[in-house]
């Protein structure tokens, strides 16, 4: 069992940035792959960001070139960067690991709200 705590959310301006964290824990596992999905009511959850034990990242078309995905292997943490903050990008976003098991996990999610 793998628990998911996150960390960071809250209210910007737009232009703004925020910096998600998330650190998994728990028992003889291994991380295949963390990432960050956002969901807002009524839509299905969808992809942010993603990163490989290996480094291999991936994005959301919507936030290229403004959010940044990183991890730290050794504390089994990952982060979200975000920058230059829109409208749209307002959700709650949720922490989600595969193991090397193919075991997935998902954190509780954390609110970021883009607003003036």
């Known amino acids: 069992q793998v628990q998911l705590v996150e960390s960071g959310g809250g209210l910007v301006q737009p232009g703004g940035s925020l910096r998600l964290s998330c650190v998994a824990s728990?028992?003889?596992?291994?991380?295949?792959?963390m990432g960050w999905y956002r969901q807002t009511p009524g839509k299905q959850r969808e992809l942010v960001a993603s990163i490989t034990e290996g480094g291999t990242t991936t994005y959301a078309d919507s936030v290229k070139g403004r959010f940044t995905i990183s991890r730290d292997g050794a504390k089994n943490t990952v982060y979200l960067q975000m920058n230059s903050l829109k409208f749209e990008d307002t959700a709650d976003y949720y922490c989600h690991v595969i193991t090397r098991r193919a075991e997935n996990y998902w954190g509780q999610g954390t609110q970021v709200a883009v607003s003036s």
């Open positions: 728990g028992r003889s596992f291994t991380i295949y792959r």
